[in-house]
């Protein structure tokens, strides 16, 4: 059984995952108005990635006998123009996940709940991907250039790209 104190931060974590999905489907949409299919097909991937993290968590709490509260999720603000401003905003955004994940990793080893610190070890883990998937669009965007051939070429790649679902967790 795990502590209020790690229930309510893993409860906090399930709304920034869902804002996370939010703010990702927002920018699939974003694309699609803008002509970039591929693009829109990546951030529509990512907003399935994040829902599946959500309800990582939500089971985790369920199983661990603890409440699942939902809160209100924000607006999220869509104030890029270029796939390259998007991405970078999709990275920004990754990093504060990750620093969250951290944080909880830092309240389970505070509470010393092993149990849900092995658990995050798989969010830690799967922050260093998302970080790192991001950086190398980035990459090929800016070498790239954002119009012509090359942006082109790289949406047509992103298109590719389809949800894979976690496998479960053992119990």
Not at 19 to 30: E, I, V
Not at 71 to 89: N, Q
Not at 97 to 105: G, K, R
Not at 140 to 160: C, P
Request: glycine residues 4%.
């Amino acid at each position: 059984m795990i502590t209020e104190k790690m229930s309510v931060a893993l409860n906090t974590q399930i709304n920034k995952e869902l804002y996370s999905a939010y703010l990702y489907m927002a920018m699939s949409a974003h694309a699609q108005q803008k002509g970039l299919p591929g693009v829109a097909n990546w951030f529509f991937v990512q907003t399935q990635e994040e829902l599946s993290h959500a309800q990582r968590i939500y089971a985790y709490l369920i199983r661990q006998n603890a409440a699942v509260t939902f809160e209100a999720i924000e607006k999220p603000v869509i104030d890029v123009e270029t796939p390259l401003a998007m991405f970078e905003k999709g990275l920004e955004h990754e990093k504060y996940v990750t620093a969250s994940i951290h944080a909880l990793v830092d309240v389970a080893l505070e509470e010393k709940d092993r149990a849900t610190e092995v658990f995050l070890q798989w969010f830690v883990n799967e922050q260093v991907e998302e970080e790192e998937n991001a950086c190398g669009i980035i990459d090929q965007l800016k070498l790239a250039g954002e119009a012509g051939s090359g942006l082109f070429m790289i949406d047509r790649e992103l298109a590719t790209r389809t949800f894979a679902p976690p496998a479960p967790e053992d119990k």
